[in-house]
């Protein structure tokens, strides 16, 4: 069974400074890991997906499958940035296309 | 595009009573999900259409809970009788059919349901 795991319930930090969101996750196949953000009074939306290996927003996050993480990492947090913040993994096979959230961290950037 | 709709965006009922919700995915999407966040817990994914199919079905918590998706379009999801461990938000999500890969999912606003 996979798990997905996000250390931090509440992180925060100002304008200009860098910000990190932690996530880990466990299964034993090759996993497609993703992050999705939910803004204040909008709906879940992907922000960005590993396999694409792009920048989206000043994000970036990179896959390492020897320490099973794959952190959201921005070098400038801006206000704007501010909003809920979820690591999910999506399995192959028969789960293809399936969802595994982790608990979601909480980013607010303070001015 | 109006995107994914779902309806009633908020539910009180009381426990013992029925509630069904609705899911309008994009049109064209195949694939359609619903997910689940429980108040202080992750979403949990409950169910996967592949047009009127049920492809897993993995995530149902039990039989209370009923989900149809009659012609492949849109897809309700029925609870009955509700417990009070059923109040959350109920997300549904599509996306179009995957060959190989993954295809991003596109949620809706999700419903809101308290179950008193």
């Known amino acids: 069974a996979q798990r997905v795991t996000q250390p931090e319930k509440l992180l925060s930090v100002f304008k200009g400074a860098p910000v990190e969101l932690k996530c880990n996750y466990s299964?034993?196949?090759?996993?497609?890991l993703f992050w999705y953000v939910q803004y204040s009074r909008q709906r879940l939306q992907l922000l960005l997906r590993h396999i694409s290996r792009e920048s989206i927003k000043g994000f970036t996050a990179d896959l390492n499958k020897g320490e099973t993480s794959f952190h959201l990492k921005k070098p400038f947090a801006q206000e704007e940035d501010s909003a809920m913040y979820y690591c999910?993994?999506?399995?192959?096979?028969?789960?293809?296309?399936?969802?595994?959230f982790g608990q979601g961290t909480i980013l607010t950037v303070h001015p | 595009e109006a995107g994914v709709t779902q309806f009633p965006s908020h539910s009180v009922i009381e426990k013992g009573q029925t509630v069904t919700l609705r899911c309008d995915p994009i049109s064209g999407h195949d694939n359609l999900y619903w997910y689940r966040r429980v108040m202080g817990k992750e979403i949990k994914f409950l169910l996967h259409?592949?047009?009127?199919?049920?492809?897993?079905e993995s995530g149902m918590p039990n039989n209370r809970f009923l989900a149809e998706r009659t012609g492949g379009t849109y897809s309700t999801l029925k609870v009955q009788p509700a417990e009070l461990e059923d109040s959350g938000v109920y997300f549904c999500?599509?996306?179009?059919?995957?060959?190989?890969?993954?295809?991003?999912?596109?949620f809706g606003p999700g419903t809101r349901l308290t179950v008193l």
């Open positions: 259409f592949v047009k009127e199919s049920k492809q897993d």
């Open positions: 999910a993994l999506s399995a192959g096979g028969t789960s293809y296309g399936k969802l595994t």
């Open positions: 299964y034993s196949g090759s996993p497609e």
């Open positions: 999500a599509s996306s179009q059919v995957f060959r190989n890969s993954y295809n991003e999912q596109f």
